[in-house]
């Protein structure tokens, strides 16, 4: 089963958008300030290490090989801590000056401890350490710095430490870092050949931003979240609306106006769709009255034809008469069914689709058609009764009249009942199955009334199904016969279904 983990409504899909938007965006700052941020500390750690490792450096430089050896050993043993960039600045200057070359002598001050209060507000500090990654212009930044400050005459080389262990002059930045961080040895050779080794540690923590930074970009991803999800429900619920009245409207067009709200563009859809919606009634009304005038016109020369042609002598000539004005009577009533199916003010009842078609194989009993019914639907169908006891009596008509006889089936599956009518018949060609639903369509050439029937019951059927939200499909049987497919929503309005009081066990799909 494939998972699907993208949201499937518009809404839905509007939230998970922006918010994904949002929070890249917001990711995308971040992430830039923190690098910039990472950048500057860098480059500031970069000057205060040139500048120490070239103050040393100057320092060793015109030392006789047993001071320089004596002041290196100094250094390894005291590593000064870092106490503020400008105070350890005059450490180093007081430690420098008051060097005593003789053996014994003190080469700088001891390491001075972090004021309580200075450790207290670092440990307390509102700063938040972004990882970032170590920037690549490090090495060369570091080592371009250093050859200016020293000159040509000095070689400089940077590494990763290869033996941490190994003695080294620690030499420290701005800003000390906690526990352990990345070690790197500098390498100065002199211009006598003397190389001193530098040893200095990269923070590890990343760029430090400030808690309220983070706490004002939390606070706008909300704000902009709620102005959001304003946002989008304010355009897809009109859009809701609209589609539930669409579906209405295939089965009532008599269904209140849409309230235009919105956007400017849902504005004119509403706008757009009840005027359609006036347009489509206006249109139906009209139609309806002009086919009960025809109708009711129709009736007086129809009687005065039949009353001439019962006064004919001749009976050959009476009965091919009579045969065409039940034809065009037929005509007549099937278009006036057909319509009717259409626009309809039935209401909406509860019915019992076994009480019905056991009631129509009864009918049908008695005029020589044989119905099987097989299955029992479980609960029962909101619709209109007499315009579904029109679709189901064409489908078992044209299933008796085409296959001498008819087999229905009742299956009950989740919200929707399914009822399927066979017949033994020769079936329709694959190319027909569609337009026999087209209203005067048969599928004989011959137009003959007494096979092909009006073309009409077929069309009030799929009519009848779709104004009830369901739909009809025919298919060829396997073997042979056809298949006329009904499913109809139990409820159309997605409330509580009635339960039919005699249970029934639903049949195995085919």
């Keep these: 089963m494939r998972l ?25 700052a971040l992430t830039l300030m923190a690098r910039e941020r990472e950048h500057f500390i860098l480059q500031v750690n970069v000057r205060e290490w040139s500048r120490r490792i070239a103050e040393m450096t100057a320092f060793l430089q015109p030392l006789e090989p047993a001071e320089r050896t004596e002041a290196v050993s100094r250094l390894l043993a005291q590593p000064r801590r870092l106490d503020g960039a400008s105070r350890l600045r005059s450490v180093e200057a007081r ?43 490090f090495e060369s930044s570091l ?27 620690p030499v420290t930045g701005p800003v000390e870092p906690e526990g352990t961080g990345r070690l790197y040895d500098v390498d100065v050779r002199f211009p006598d050949g003397y190389t001193a080794v530098f040893r200095l540690t990269r923070q590890p923590w990343g760029a430090p ?5 983070l706490l004002n970009l939390g606070l706008l ?11 989008a429900r304010s355009i897809t619920r009109p859009l809701s609306e609209l589609a539930a009245a669409a579906d209405n409207l295939g089965r009532d067009t008599r269904q209140p106006k849409l309230e235009e709200k919105g956007a400017r563009e849902l504005r004119n859809a509403a706008r757009a769709f009840n005027t359609m919606q ?60 057909l319509f009717r199916g259409l626009d309809d003010d039935e209401a909406l009842t509860a019915i019992d689709v076994n009480a019905l078609l056991v009631t129509l194989q009864s009918e049908l009993a008695e005029m020589g058609g044989q119905v099987r019914i097989e299955g029992r639907a479980a609960h029962a169908l909101t619709g209109k009764p007499q ?48 337009r026999v639903f087209e209203p005067f369509y048969r ?48 409820d159309l309005h997605r409330g509580s279904r009635e339960r039919l009081p005699a249970p029934g066990s639903l049949s195995a799909q085919a």
């Excluded at 200016?148 to 002059?169: E, M």
């Excluded at 931003?209 to 930074?213: A, K, Q």
């Excluded at 991803?221 to 304003?230: C, D, E, P, S």
């Excluded at 009634?281 to 009960?292: E, G, I, K, Q």
């Design 221 to 231: 991803i909300v704000v902009m979240a709620i102005a959001l999800y304003l946002t």
């Design 95 to 137: 430690s420098l000056a008051r060097l005593d070359p003789a053996p014994g002598a003190g080469l700088i001050d001891p390491p001075l401890p972090l004021p309580r209060q200075a450790r207290r507000r670092a440990l307390t500090s509102p700063v938040v350490f972004v990882p970032v990654p170590l920037s690549a212009d």
């Design 278 to 337: 006036d347009r489509l009634r206006r249109y139906l009304d009209s139609r309806t009255r002009v086919l009960a005038a025809m109708s009711h016109d129709l009736k007086t020369p129809l009687t005065r034809l039949r009353l001439h042609v019962e006064t004919l002598e001749d009976p050959a000539v009476q009965a091919r008469f009579g045969k065409e004005l039940d034809e065009m009577e037929s005509m007549v009533r099937g278009a006036l069914g």
């Design 4 to 28: 699907n983990l993208w949201p499937q409504s518009l809404f839905q899909r509007l939230i998970a958008a922006l918010a994904l938007a949002v929070l890249l965006a917001q990711g995308a």
């Design 443 to 490: 599928v004989e050439s011959s137009r003959n009334r007494d096979t092909g029937g009006t073309g009409l019951g077929l069309s009030i059927a799929r009519d009848i199904t779709q104004a009830h939200g369901g739909s009809l499909v025919l298919r060829n049987l396997p073997e042979r016969g056809l298949e006329a497919l009904l499913v109809l929503p139990l």
């Design 209 to 213: 931003l400030s808690r309220n930074l």
């Design 143 to 169: 080592k371009q710095q250093l050859q200016v400050a020293l000159g040509p005459a000095y070689q400089v080389a940077i590494s990763p430490a290869r033996q941490p262990a190994a003695a080294a002059i």
């Design 387 to 434: 315009a579904i006891r029109r679709c189901l009596t064409n489908l078992l008509n044209n299933a008796i009249k085409f296959g001498s006889c008819a087999s229905v089936r009742i299956e009950e599956s989740s919200a929707v009942l399914v009822i399927r009518v066979r017949d033994e018949g020769p079936g329709i060609p694959p190319e027909e199955l569609e």
